[in-house]
T-cell receptor, first 113, second 114 residues
Framework: DAKTTQPTSMDCAEGRAANLPCNHS???????VYWYRQIHSQGPQYIIH???NNETNEMASLIITEDRKSSTLILPHATLRDTAVYYC??????????????FGKGTSLLVTP | DTGVSQDPRHKITKRGQNVTFRCDPI?????LYWYRQTLGQGPEFLTY????????KSRLLSDRFSAERPKGSFSTLEIQRTEQGDSAMYLC????????????FGPGTRLTVL
């Protein structure tokens, strides 16, 4: 699976959009981009995933560049409950590990009042 | 609540003792995963089951670690002869047959080895 690079930490004001970047310059054609988050003292939670098209669900939007070497997770109206560590993960759909996730250190997002 | 459950939530043990953790996945999820998370790091994959078959175990940290899922439902993770370096959060996740995209995580078991 390709390696990802994320900023260590970010701040965002409550009510504003939080834009979390991720670089995955070595991504290959069959690898998807996944985002999970982990609120303090809880297990990780799935947010969204995509291959090459932009995706949106009730939690967030995922913007993937045309060359697929980077992506941005957008939380459109951040709330205090969005304070968490956000993990960008690149993974092939077909794996001997049955879809095991390779977490890095993620981005610690702090949403402030 | 029909989410993934783990028991116990916290375990304190002395070095050299054996410990066993239990994970109950979401009903009818055929895939089950174990991860370990140390302070300041993301979760690290340990092993994976599809039904009762353990299909990936090469990433278990040592031969002191073993996992079972005897009837394809709940799973146990055992650590023998615990060491202080085993102190960590142990997370379980499950996913359904129909999709490999979303894994549902339990709250974890926090192990402290004194």
């Amino acid at each position: 699976d390709a390696k990802t690079t994320q900023p260590t930490s970010m701040d965002c004001a409550e009510g504003r959009a939080a834009n979390l970047p991720c670089n995955h310059s070595t991504i290959s054609g069959n690898e998807y981009v996944y985002w999970y988050r982990q609120i303090h003292s809880q297990g990780p939670q799935y947010i969204i995933h995509g291959l090459k098209n932009n995706e949106t669900n009730e939690m967030a939007s995922l913007i993937i560049t045309e060359d697929r070497k980077s992506s941005t997770l957008i939380l459109p109206h951040a709330t205090l409950r969005d304070t968490a560590v956000y993990y960008c993960i690149v993974r092939s759909l077909y794996s001997n590990s049955g879809y095991a996730l390779n977490f890095g250190k993620g981005t610690s997002l702090l949403v402030t009042p | 609540d029909t989410g993934v459950s783990q028991d116990p939530r916290h375990k304190i043990t002395k070095r050299g003792q054996n410990v066993t953790f239990r994970c109950d996945p979401i009903s009818e999820h055929n895939r089950l995963y174990w991860y370990r998370q140390t302070l300041g790091q993301g979760p690290e994959f340990l092993t994976y089951f599809q039904n009762e078959a353990q299909l990936e175990k090469s990433r278990l940290l040592s031969d002191r670690f073993s996992a079972e899922r005897p009837k394809g439902s709940f799973s146990t993770l055992e650590i023998q002869r615990t060491e202080q370096g085993d102190s960590a959060m142990y997370l379980c996740a499950s996913s359904p047959r129909t999709s490999g995209n979303e894994q549902f995580f339990g709250p974890g078991t926090r192990l402290t080895v004194l």
